[in-house]
């Protein structure tokens, strides 16, 4: 939303020397963001009024003439193609060094002295659009024409124009929840509170109304629209806007239409309050029924498309047709065009959540609908329309009221009362702001304060009183923003020293992350957003998802680190990878989450998975993550689920999965006594059937207590063989080959017997 | 031959050859005949398990000895031959790579934050990531009518409640009202966790990405508290002194609401492209809880007060590591991943 300082300065008189910064850097500290600003006369620094005193050809070219400029002081030769140069005219000149758009187009580029086709050119004489100005006098190939300007040459063409506005562009983010500050005069007040200056409330006269046109209006649904102001304006001629109501749309970024809907828009931009004026020849006649959209029911609008409208869509129709929907756009039908002598003028307190559902439906968002959903005060509807007359009047002399003042209000505006009790404000601020400060504050923005001591009796302004400010706490901002934030002081807060519980969960998987990532295996995060999943009877899918194919909620992290996992193969072709992500999937299943405070209601469960995948040729990628899971079982004292899940790609990529549910750390280890005596090993080497799990080897070859461990140091796929290597010890003894040799020849026998095994 | 007989041969022969030695080419050569592991020495020691066992200790003995002559004459000799002058190391060499495995930078900065406010006394909690309406917006006093319920914003889940829908968290937020819940006041927590957006991606924009919630719940806790410790946070951060403001916010589960800003670290304040020239960069949102949300949490507004604030941490590995692209986060790309 822009912002023009020049329309800010009819309600208040700022203090003197505000530029361009330090007003973005006030309303920015103390109200809404203001994301940018634009300073005019700054722009224009360089350009003066010029005097053409001779025009001579360019020697080297039809198209081109060179004239001679007078700037006060310098006399200074140029090369212009403007075909209505002429001499004795005033023109806009740029100095070498000025900024300027080259037909209009493009980005601002310094002017360089230059030879145009062999002659130095001093400068530049320029059209409105290099100047990013408006000229409804402008000729095709031409230039500016100033000589109606009484402006000596060299006077900076800025002020020659009267051209010193700061167009400040404020993040609509920042007030969405400020219905007061989405116009000029909204922001005008913060400013008059935070400046401590006068705060002037705009008084347009009083409606008398008139007796040549009877306007009737009937509110149908009163809960979608709060009050309904209407009039009949009559003597009205279309026409161009003037000039000064053209630049100060221009620069507030709104197109100029014609003289009445360019007052519309502006008072809209003043004051905060959308307006709509509807031909009153176009109408059925001078009635208007505020109702909700029948079924079936269309309306072209004012942007030409024919909107299908639902039927709790408000829509303002006359006694036969529907001619706007309500608060967001008027009908084409009944649209203010030239022929337009007459107007039903409409300004109105719609419902906000009406409007924005509407608006939302349509798909349409306009200007006046984001203004309807932020709550406006119904106040704020009189004044607007009678600033709208004033106006008309103004731009279109003849123009006034002929009928009655139409105004239907079936639902006043709630009055909101709070007390602030200073000690309890001082105590959450932690800042002692005095009485009369507080009070202060409050007043200029608009409250009133009664009550004595330190309980305040604050009556909310309606303009605030909406839905903006409803509990005491919303005092506090209200004063400590105007007070300053920077003039709160800091203090720690103080706490007991007991140390905070700790969720084991997150700790396991920290200590997870911190074992495998030490073991060389990457970590990484994928989408929560998949296609079909794993399985699809758990999946969970989206209402709205943004990519049509993945639109269900991943069951489980291979379904989305697969897909990364094959990216990045085929990125590093040939290299071992080893990654693994840590994430939460989704079931239909329910969970342990309430997802009520009251009642039984679960949602879904959304357990923790740990997924690895490994490519990895020499070793084995199956093998390089079962390391890895037994690294983890080892380390940390867990016992990871027996049944993960196993997927393999083509290529000899792995990965597995297991969920992490209800996994806790282990008791702390205990010191296992360094042994006495030496241990025995023994090689073996097996050649096994297919099928033969080594799980089922391993437990039936512990045969003896002597035996300390079983552990695989080869295997080789292809033939199914395992070599793996026997740790014998005695607690009490060394062991003598004869007694190995005893267990040996007993787990030879069993693994040929059992496994039908070949000892190798 | 008897094997004492070639054991004393095998002494004159290397004895007798090493002699013969101008300078050290050769040494090797001899130095693998007679001391290598498949050398005459190694087949002669070899050879005293085929000696009848009562001769097998006195043989032992000479071999032993015989051993012992030759590799002191081999030293002796290298000693001779100037073996002061080793082959030059080149220690500039590499060296051999030890597995190295990667962080995702966003865990790392996670991590780091989590040390920091654990030192706090902070606790760190988990919630669900997939909501229901009611936590994720109605406890945090954001009506029924706000923008940020629209599907515009905010990614629904088909199943749940007509009135309390089941939807993505868009913020960390909802384990406020969980916390409160489960561990009442005072708390002090934080909260960091994935969350989800209705967004079109692009290099600053995404549906997924990481946010920490902070929560400080106890007997008046004022605006002059949350300052501090966040100038405190950001100094543990940012590790060195920041210069913050506070500026109005809104936002509707704190009130007051705040935008913190932090005095550009790339420009010092004077302007620059990173902080489009205004000298402040906005960093995170905060604000005192507002007193609905206290009441969700079953916690007693006019007994208790507390500040919230919430980090995106998605941002801050960003601004830590110069990342420019917010997309390569998700990417799995690992001439990405593998740089931390």
Known sequence: ?760 | MSLKEELEQLRQRALHELKGLKDSSGLAELEVKYLGRKGELARGLKALQDVVAEERPRLGELANQVKREVEEAFATIKQKFGNGTPAPIDVTLPGIPPLRGHLHPVLAVQRELEELFRSMGFMVLDGPELESEFYNFEALNIPAWHPARDTQDTFYVKGGEPKNRWLLRTHTSPVQVRALQDYGAPIRAIVPGRVFRYEATDASHETTFWQMEGLVVDKDISVSHLIATMKALLTGIFKREVEVRLRPGYFPFVEPGFELDIKCLVCGGTGCSVCKHSGWVELLPCGLVHPKVLEYGGVNPKEYSGFAFGLGLSRLAMMRYKIDDIRLLLSGDLRFLEQF
């Open chain 1, 1 to 760: 939303m822009k912002i023009s300082y020049n329309i800010l300065k009819t309600f208040v008189t700022p203090p003197a020397g505000n530029t361009g910064r330090s007003l973005a850097e006030t309303l920015t500290m103390r109200t809404v963001e203001v994301e940018s600003y634009h300073d005019q006369a700054g722009r224009l620094a360089g350009v003066v009024v010029g005097l053409v005193t001779a025009v001579r050809p360019h020697p080297n070219a039809d198209k081109l003439r060179l004239a001679q400029v007078g700037t006060g002081k310098h006399k200074l030769e140029v090369v212009c193609g403007g075909v209505n140069l002429q001499e004795g005219m005033k023109v806009a000149f740029a100095n070498i060094g000025t900024k300027v758009r080259w037909h209009g187009q493009g980005d601002w580029v310094t002017l360089e002295q230059v030879s145009i086709r062999g002659v130095e050119s001093a400068g530049m004489i320029c059209a409105a659009e290099e100047l990013a100005l408006m000229d409804s006098a402008a000729v095709e190939h031409g230039i500016m024409d100033l000589s109606y300007l009484t402006a000596k040459p060299g006077t900076p063409l800025a002020e020659a124009l009267g051209l010193h506005d700061i167009i400040l562009e404020v993040d609509n983010k920042s007030v969405t929840h400020r219905p007061d500050l989405w116009g000029h005069l909204g922001l005008a007040r913060e400013l008059a509170a935070i400046w401590q200056v006068p705060f002037t409330l705009p008084e347009p006269p009083t409606l008398a109304g008139g007796a040549e046109a009877r306007l009737k209006v009937t509110i149908e649904a009163p809960e979608h629209c709060q009050r309904y102001l209407g009039v009949v304006v009559a003597g009205l001629k279309v026409a161009e806007s003037p000039a000064w109501l053209k630049q100060q749309l221009v620069s507030l970024g709104v197109r100029s239409i014609n003289n009445v809907v360019d007052v519309t828009n502006y008072v809209m931009h003043e004051l905060g309050q959308p307006l709509h004026a509807f031909d009153l020849a176009r109408l059925a006649g001078p009635e208007i029924v505020v109702r909700l959209a029948k079924r079936g029911e269309k309306l072209v609008t004012l942007d030409g498309s024919e909107r299908k409208l639902e039927a709790d869509s408000l829509v303002i129709a006359d006694a036969k047709h529907v001619q706007a929907v309500a608060g967001v756009m008027g009908g084409q039908a009944s649209e203010v065009g030239s022929t337009t002598t007459t107007i039903v003028l409409e300004s109105a307190t719609f419902d906000p959540v009406s409007v924005r559902l509407t608006a939302g439906k349509l798909g349409l968002r306009t200007d006046a609908s984001m203004r309807f959903e932020k709550g406006l005060d119904p106040a704020l509807a009189e004044l607007a329309l009678r600033r709208a007359v004033q106006l008309l009047a103004e731009v279109c002399p003849g123009a006034h009221v002929v009928s009655n003042v139409a105004d239907t209000y079936p639902r006043p505006l709630e009055l909101v009362k709070l007390n602030l009790n200073l000690p309890w404000f001082w105590k959450r601020l932690g800042c002692e702001i005095p009485r009369a400060e507080v009070v202060g504050i409050l007043e200029r923005l608009g409250f009133k304060i009664t009550g004595k001591g330190d309980d305040l009796e604050v009556k909310v302004p309606s303009w605030r009183a909406t839905r903006d400010i409803t509990i005491p706490e919303d005092l506090i901002e209200e004063v400590a923003r105007i007070y300053g934030y920077d003039k709160i002081p800091l203090a720690m807060p103080k706490f007991d020293i007991t140390p905070p519980p700790v969720d084991e969960a997150q700790a396991l998987r920290w200590k997870i992350r911190d074992l495998l990532v030490g073991a060389g295996w990457t970590e990484t995060l994928s989408y929560s957003f998949s296609r079909s999943g794993q399985k699809p009877e758990q999946s969970l899918e989206l209402v709205n998802p943004i990519d049509q194919t993945r639109r269900w909620l991943r069951t489980s992290v291979y379904d989305t680190l697969h897909e990364q996992f094959k990216t990045a193969r085929r990125a590093d072709e040939g290299m071992s990878l080893k990654f693994f992500e840590l994430g939460r999937v989704f079931s239909s299943q329910v969970g342990d989450w309430p997802s009520q405070v009251t009642g039984q209601d679960r949602l879904p469960a959304q357990p923790w998975h740990l997924a690895l995948a490994a490519f990895d040729q020499r070793r084995g990628s199956l093998s390089v993550i079962r390391g890895a899971l037994k690294l983890l079982e080892k380390s940390l004292s867990i016992k990871l689920p027996d049944n993960p899940s196993y997927h393999k790609f083509g290529g000899g990529a792995v990965l597995v999965e297991v969920d992490l549910t209800g996994i806790k750390s282990g008791e702390a280890r205990t010191l296992i006594p360094i042994p006495k005596y030496p241990s025995v090993t023994r090689d073996v080497s097996v050649v096994v059937p297919e099928g033969t799990s080594w799980e089922n080897i391993e437990a039936a070859v512990k045969v003896s207590k002597l035996i300390e461990s079983v552990e695989v140091f080869d295997v080789y796929e292809a033939k199914r063989s395992i070599a793996y290597r026997l740790t014998f010890r005695a607690p009490d003894r060394t062991l003598k080959s004869e007694e190995v040799d005893e267990v040996m020849a007993k787990i030879t026998k069993l693994l040929q017997d059992k496994f039908n095994a070949t000892i190798r």
